[in-house]
């Protein structure tokens, strides 16, 4: 019970959340009540995860009204998955049902308080369909609050069967499964992760551009960092950083660890893959193999334009990390300003993933909601056809012609869509994406992520830049996880 009250208190103090591969932020006019005030009240503004929405509090956004059948209640985070859900409704005039989108920020952790509170109080006004996130999916999918999540088998979805038709990423289901294995939650975007480096920067060092050798260069594939690190050593004797910050490496290493935070008894736990991460972050500094910036800050995005202290050949990501951090922050729009169209992707050493969001069903709904949310719920998270969400989404159709274009969860959407980009220089990204979502391991998170990534990586930076042991940081990470969180180690 410890753990749990203090997990509950820390997370509304710590979850600056990501808006992994949204362009959308919340607005705030003020519509969600005590829960989300409370929160952001108590809320400590620490910001070492990923970058949160623009605007803390709360909307009820407009209903979108598709006939007189009733209220469906959808909550999120970010206006991106109810402007999809207007969509489903323009698309469908017979749909009976008008959708009321309460829109809260992750800002100061003030969603997922909120959320609960409307989860348990029920009623009319209790969501239907809501979201979560990468940094919190497993507390609503087979952690604390899974209890309120209703299986899509119970949506009258044939899933085993709908999944395997639209090759929905194993890391994806895995993360969206109960405690029984029944998956309760998907996702419209793959966030599997590729190297994304500069063309230019390659020519110079390796003599060649072609995502396919320079993915042999730094081992892509190989399961080990041992090229990567070889080509360190090449990229430096140049005066280019191999990557911008440790951050970059982070989410590599930890999603593609072998064990989670915590072992089968609840005790925490450093996989040797994780624990590494001390000496790739030394070893970063110590080799001047990156600019030692901090993800998410200022001079993280100075290198995405070549405006560091060093030049920086890449850094590890999904395609939402293309459409909305690297292109909007390479200093041009068009070949030729700043550092567009001098980037390419190829395969990541390791396999990993890197956010997301799930969308999840209350079984506690009128049932004669059930199937109007099963329809829409299908239409996002499992539709391959050219009519469903995920063609829409994958090809920049979505909003009409000319949109952005995205990693989808459907690899079948993926494999007849064009993922054509000019800021890669023309470079089909799905080439690459797809194969990352099936390396990326969805086995090795819980529900207490969030808060004892951001516990480990404050260690780490402490460590690689010579302040305290490597034993100490250790030392350190357990004693403020146990102080925190009320979880110990063994």
Known sequence: MKRKLMAIALSCAMTVSLLAGCGST???TGAADGAADAAADTADDTADAEPAADAAATESAKPASGGDGGTINLWAFTDEVPGMVDKYVEAHPDFPYTINSTIIATTDGAYQPALDQALQAGGDDQPDIYCAEAAFILKYSK???QDFAMPYKDLGIDIDAEAKASKIAQYSMDIGSNTDGEIDALGYQATGGAFIYRRSIAKDVFGTDDPAEISKIIGG?????DKFWEAADKLAAKGDAIVSGDGDIWHAVENSS????????GALQIDPKREEFLDISKNLTDNGWSNQTQDWQDAWFADMKGEGSKPVFGFFGPAWLINYTLAPNCGGEKAGEGTYGDWAICDSPIGFFWGGTWLLANKNMDPDKV????DIIQWITLDSTEDGLQYKWANGTLNGEGGTKDSVASGTVMDKSDGSLEFLGGQNMFDYFVPANSYANGKNLTQYDESINIIWRDQVRAYAAGEKS??????????TVADNLGIEAP
């Open 143 to 145: 952690g604390d609050m």
């Open 221 to 225: 594939g190989t399961g080990s960092w």
């Open 470 to 479: 490597r034993e100490d940081a250790i030392k350190d990470f357990k004693q």
């Open 371 to 374: 199937s109007a949310v099963k």
């Open 258 to 265: 072998d064990k989670g935070w915590l072992d089968d008894s």
């Open 26 to 28: 919340a607005t705030s």
